[in-house]
């Protein structure tokens, strides 16, 4: 049986039953993580940190580390909020999938529709990239498209004509092409549809019913938040202090997203099927299911030993890791990495928010899983 009929099977029957033996705590798993989690965060200087590990519905173990910017006296704690960089492509993707399944509109509807600036060298190619084609980071187009203007702090309302000089790699749908200004098109077609503001709509929808109490998007609600640890870049001379930037801000879906490690805690257990009430058994299963080969993935350092395949679903990247599924997404925005995964099988889930840009945390993270993997093969 594939992991991806066990995976759609479980959604189809309104519940996450957990399919490892009840035996199987990762307690101790838990307890190792987070003594290397602590050990490595020190060995590499990074300022602070957060993590969380979840199993069905409960929080097994949570721990954070270091400062909220370093030299710092405030500690990081389980409600310090983090920028989330590209996990925030998680909310979107359920967002636009929640209004998709109520037929606010549909995924076969081309993205010039919503914004009419939007079109390709070759008109007539632009207008076959669906918004489907978006929120499965397959539009065809070069990866990051822009993202070089976006980071000199263009203003997108200056950046999306210029889509008018791009020639696309490959037919809409047929590879992989990951996108941030072109996945936050998807911001238009839910205000339109909804008359609402995609932030309004995400803390509606999203942070409100599951209580995600310091979970909110934009600069402003993040430079509002009290509680909240600052970004560092790494330099020669170790790491800096740097402002919040605003320009990925500006993406909303893409980047937009601020949250605290109990906040995710809480969008760990819901993906996994704890809140059909919010996430239903169906739209689980449309966000995760496999689109196209993300064959890049297979490459990245600490986790290419692990990968016999990687798609990308609808703002959730699905992973082969040794044959079982894990459903993953990372990010990075100056100052910030964080990483969010779950694995339907084990019904066990873990989350790293950092205020560093340090590459531990994808050691951190493949570790865990590799463990993690190893002992439900032992469980039974």
């Known amino acids: 049986m594939s992991f991806r009929f066990v995976s759609l099977s479980l959604a189809l029957l309104g519940t996450v039953t957990p399919l490892v033996s009840q035996a199987t705590t990762y307690t101790d798993i838990s307890d ?51 920028r989330l960089a590209s996990v925030s492509k998680t909310f979107a993707g359920t967002l636009a999938t929640m209004l998709v399944q109520e037929g606010k509109f549909s995924w076969n509807e081309p993205v010039y529709k919503y914004v009419p600036d939007f079109t390709l060298a070759n008109p007539d190619k632009g207008r076959t990239i669906n918004l489907g084609h978006v929120i499965g980071q397959s539009t065809g187009l070069m990866p990051n498209s822009y993202d070089n203007i976006i980071n000199a702090n263009g203003k997108l309302e200056k950046i999306i004509p210029k889509f008018s000089k791009l020639t696309p790699m490959c037919s809409p749908g047929k590879c992989y092409s990951y996108q941030n200004i072109a996945f936050s098109l998807i911001q238009q077609p839910i205000e339109t549809s909804t008359g ?31 509680n909240r640890a ?46 059909p009430d919010v996430l239903s058994p169906l739209l689980l299963s449309e966000i995760t299911e496999p689109g196209v080969r993300t064959r890049k993935e297979l490459r990245r350092r600490d986790w290419r ?76």
């Open 230 to 275: 600052e970004p560092h870049v790494k330099t020669k001379s170790g790491f800096r202090q740097v402002k919040v930037k605003s320009n990925y801000y500006q993406l909303a879906p893409a980047a937009g997203v601020n949250a605290s490690i109990s906040d995710i805690s809480k969008w760990l257990m819901a993906n996994m099927g704890h809140r």
């Open 305 to 380: 030993q692990y990968l016999d395949n990687a798609h990308y679903g609808k703002g959730w990247r699905v992973y082969d890791f040794n044959g079982k599924e894990l459903i993953y997404h990372a990010g990075w925005v100056a100052g910030y990495v964080a990483e969010i995964a779950y694995a339907p099988e084990l019904n066990l889930g873990m989350a790293i928010l950092l205020n560093g840009e340090s590459r531990v945390i994808a050691e951190l993270g493949s570790q865990f899983w590799s463990e993690a993997f190893e002992k439900y093969e032992k469980s039974f």
């Open 196 to 226: 609402k503001s995609y932030e309004s709509l995400v803390e509606e929808r999203i942070f409100s019913p599951l209580k995600m109490t310091s979970a909110s998007i934009g600069i402003d609600n993040f430079l509002a938040t009290k």
């Open 32 to 82: 190792r993580f987070k003594a290397n989690f602590h050990q490595q965060l020190r060995a590499n200087k990074v300022p602070g940190g957060a993590f969380v590990i979840v199993k069905d519905d409960k929080i097994i173990k949570l721990s954070t580390y270091g400062k909220r910017k370093k030299g710092g006296d405030l500690n990081v704690n389980a409600d310090t909020v983090f």
